[in-house]
């Protein structure tokens, strides 16, 4: 299946944005942000300023001491740093229709909670070979999209959408309200990946290693399936599971895809 989505060109790697003055400009222009630190204890009328930008939009905020943004640079940084994007995030709620309008039937991955950037890079790169429309991730506890990221997918993150959204419940809920299915790849089950019909419009949701799947978007879910194990590991690496079951769609889907 041809994956090309408006794929953004690619950029070079994470720069930093200093100033707050320049922070809230580079946001107001349309500049991708990956992450923004600020100074902890920082106020003000500029603050107060930035904090209004950022209500409207999905940037994550992190409140750090003053010697983490000295060490990240040696300029007048007014105690605010902003991190480029390498990438251009997209909305799922744009993404989701046009599938539909291209005639083809959504599957899509959502990961809850994922914080190391090498299981990021190396599930999109599995997830573009294996025909994913588009990857969720939240706004907060979700690995940064940055050298690294970049590095292990091989440069996949350059062509498969990445939707970042504030809340990845209720973005679970949209993909069922437009006809998606949520599968939850879970070891709190006795159904095995094979079970589901995954020939039908699909999300299917991997969580963080050490704590898995919110209960939240359990509960949600329409399926909840686990991986057979065998021997005396008790799990696999979330990009190696991540590779299992989306095989396991391609297999239900065949030429489909």
Do not use: W
Request: aromatic share 4%; hydrophobic share 45%; with cysteine.
């Amino acid at each position: 299946m041809d994956n090309n989505r408006r794929s953004p060109r690619p950029k070079q790697n994470n720069t930093f944005i200093f100033g707050i003055r320049a922070v809230i400009e580079a946001i107001r222009a349309g500049q991708d942000i990956e992450t923004i630190f600020v100074q902890r204890g920082i106020s003000g009328n500029l603050m107060t300023e930035l904090k209004a930008v950022l209500a409207d939009h999905i940037i994550p905020m992190q409140t750090v001491p003053v010697e983490k943004l000295n060490r990240m640079t040696q300029k007048n940084h007014q105690g605010v740093i902003a991190v480029s994007s390498p990438i251009t995030y997209q909305q799922i709620e744009d993404v989701i229709p046009a599938i539909y309008e291209r005639g083809e039937t959504p599957l899509v991955l959502l990961l809850d909670g994922l914080t190391d950037v090498r299981n990021m890079g190396a599930i999109v790169r599995t997830a573009a070979c294996a025909g994913v429309h588009a990857i969720v991730v939240p706004l907060k506890n979700s690995a940064q999209i940055n050298a690294d990221a970049i590095k292990t997918s091989a440069g996949a993150l350059f062509n498969i959408p990445v939707c970042r959204h504030a809340s990845l419940y209720k973005t679970a809920q949209f993909l069922q309200e437009s006809g998606l299915q949520l599968v939850a790849c879970t070891e709190k089950t006795d159904d095995l990946i094979y079970a589901p019909d995954y020939t039908v419009p699909t999300a299917i949701i991997m969580g963080a290693e050490d704590v898995g799947i919110s209960n939240e978007l359990l509960r949600l879910s329409d399926h909840l399936a686990k991986i057979p194990m065998a021997g005396n590991i008790e799990s696999l690496n979330v990009s190696v599971s991540a590779g299992v079951i989306l095989y396991e769609a391609v297999r239900q889907r065949g030429s489909g895809l």
